[in-house]
């Protein structure tokens, strides 16, 4: 007799993944062709199980993600959003503000290393000079300027003795 494919009998109306065996009466995975606890047959094969599984798990959007290994349909997965800057406000953590100055400082030191390659005086100088600017305008942007607007007044507690 060949194996049955198509569900026949599956109650998709019922949300539940598992379900109490015939013969032990424990709960067990539903959709598995046989008892966990007492390997009853719930079953006629893994095949129909399965197509079984299928069947009810498309019947159902919010059921997309459960797997027929398990007792119950898996939950919303919570919000775990950290506010990162925020926790290390709290802790009294230094975090450095997210800038795009550092790309100009390291403009600034490009120019800075190619005034110490031996070329004459004047353009050495000059290179210098562009680099030091540079490096320095990205230096006063990042720590004085970003970095303070980040943390208007460094918290005076950091300081006190610890309580
Ligand atoms: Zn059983």
């Keep these: 007799m060949p194996v049955a494919r198509k569900p026949r009998y599956v109650d998709v109306a019922n949300p539940s993944l598992s379900v109490e065996c015939p013969r032990c009466g424990l709960l067990t995975a539903r959709f598995i062709d046989q008892c966990r606890n007492c390997g009853y047959k719930l079953w006629p094969s893994s095949?129909?199980?399965?197509?079984?599984?299928?069947?009810?798990?498309?019947?159902?959007?919010?059921?997309?993600?459960?797997?027929?290994?398990?007792?119950?349909?898996?939950?919303?997965?919570?919000?775990?959003?950290?506010?990162?800057?925020?926790?290390?406000?709290?802790?009294?953590?230094?975090?450095?503000?997210?800038?795009?100055?550092?790309?100009?400082?390291?403009?600034?030191?490009?120019?800075?290393?190619?005034?110490?390659i031996p070329f004459s005086g004047t353009i050495r100088v000059v290179l210098a000079v562009i680099g030091g600017l540079i490096f320095l305008y990205g230096i006063v942007g990042w720590v004085l300027v970003e970095d303070v607007r980040m943390f208007p007044a460094e918290t005076p507690s950091t300081h006190e003795a610890p309580r």
């Design 47 to 116: 095949e129909m199980a399965s197509a079984a599984f299928k069947a009810w798990r498309d019947a159902d959007p919010s059921r997309k993600d459960a797997s027929r290994f398990d007792l119950d349909v898996p939950e919303e997965p919570a919000d775990v959003t950290i506010d990162y800057a925020a926790r290390a406000h709290e802790l009294g953590i230094h975090l450095f503000p997210n800038s795009n100055y550092p790309f100009i400082i390291c403009v600034g030191a490009l120019f800075l290393a190619l005034g110490a």
